[in-house]
């Protein structure tokens, strides 16, 4: 993320250390595990609402609807409505959500990579806790 001087050269909306900039809200909201997931599943291809719904183990139409809504308007995915009966809708990835789909690949692959060693340090401390 860079230094705190490197930081606080940047314009206030972009400066994630503001608890009232833009950069710390659009943070704020992809941040969460239906968001990174969503993207995943996009970034293999466009999909519809119940694909998505399917792929996604455990999550609600409420949570579904509620992510994607916001990954529309923060400009991530492209909801594409067809005028057939009943209509069909579609999303998929816009070209940031694709960049953002970068990032999210490098997490699931930290969290493949050091899973093991995660797993021993949390039953380590419980060990200790206990």
């Known amino acids: 993320m860079g230094t705190r001087q490197e930081i606080s050269a940047l314009p ?6 503001r608890a009232d900039s833009l950069a710390r809200e659009i943070f704020s909201d992809v941040a969460n595990k239906w968001a990174f997931l969503i993207i995943e599943f996009l970034g293999q291809r466009t999909m519809r609402f119940s694909e998505l719904r399917n792929e996604i183990g455990g999550i609600s139409h409420k949570m579904l609807t509620q992510n994607l809504r916001m990954l529309e308007r923060n400009g991530l995915v492209e909801r594409t409505v067809y005028p057939t009966i009943p209509p069909r809708v579609e999303y998929t990835l816009t070209e940031a959500g694709d960049g953002l789909r970068a990032v999210v690949d490098g997490m699931c692959g930290w969290t493949q990579r050091y899973l093991g060693h995660i797993e021993k340090s949390r039953s380590s401390f419980r060990a200790s806790a206990g």
């Open 12 to 17: 206030p909306e972009a400066d994630l250390a």
